[in-house]
DNA sequence: ATCAAAAAATGACCGCGGTCAATAAAAAAT
DNA sequence: ATTTTTTATTGACCGCGGTCATTTTTTGAT
């Protein structure tokens, strides 16, 4: 069983994400049309779908690549110590999620890996999100009674609950940010009197 | 300013609910096509739109009152005192909303109020889940550092993580049951040495 | 009863994602 | 170099959600 892929295929495959990017700078991903593309591209129509499942597909690469560079950046910077420095430090992450709502939708559906086969480049985002966090939070001022892994967990949990409730307009008074920090104050450091 | 609704109106909309959930009721939700309902409500396409916005808003409708049924017969049952109970009194609830993939995307995508004006079926159910689980946790055996309602905003918040873990393909080692345990446990009662 | 205005229903039509049998181009076999 | 086989591309076509000018029905005024 051989697959020989010929060299025609990359260059085709690599002019429709030029053409895809060029369309998404001038308005943005919501507005992307495969037409659009593939005219772009100056290939047709039925090329693109030999290329990707469907237009999802596409664009989960497209986010995920801006998502794998929000991360190398974020991993770049120092070390947050905080519950504070964390939210900080995961800003360009949560920003470019929630940029455009189509993006948002978009990561949240695909935050998930169908199979485990294939994991998709948002999946793989998620995962690291959580790993990353954990690294953090293992020698961060935090409580030590559970794992650094479920707080890690936990983080994630909270920041997609913020990042939902920005689209709500029944709770718009309150940014995202002090939102995220009331909950992670209360999830990272809790004050219990013992019993 | 005057807008008289016929009766005729509220007959053919009767007859476009009873359709689709006959439709839903063979096939499930991601099986409804709008073809298939007007044809089975006797009324044109055209027609459909002119009660509807679009299909989702049908959808948001149906699934919204499934929802609220939910919600009503867990309302029916006792007060829940720990966090185990609280995730079993809570079952039928995530249960329908994670019935299928479908509904489950459609419920978070409609989990907030667009504009504040409109707030749709599924966003109060969103609010409903809060005020009701803050109304358990005022007299549960829960932590008492911070308000009954940013608990109940964690519950929903570990509660949508877990259910989206369910669709995850790397996390399915563990049941949505035992991880959301593992979550309230730890966000409803930390261990904490004073320092 | 008659007629004008408002409300509702209609269905041909469109946009756009996605398919597939036919065709062209490249690689391998001779 | 020629034929055969594999791989890529093509574009007419389809499914389905959604629109809108036109027609039909209802209502309220006379």
Redesign the pocket.
Known sequence: M????????L??RARLFTAAEAVIEKNGYEA????EVVQAA??????????F????ELMEILIGQKLVACFDQVEKGPMPKTALEIIDALEPIHSFMTSERYVFDLIIRYSGATAIAEIGPIAMCFERYVRMTAVWLESAEVRGDVSADLLAEGVQAFALQSMSLKYCALHESQSFRDRLEVYLNAWLNPIVQKT
């Open positions: 051989q697959k020989t892929i010929q060299k025609r295929t260059k085709t992307l049309r495969v037409d100056g290939v047709a129509k039925g090329t693109f779908f030999a290329h499942r469907d237009k999802d």
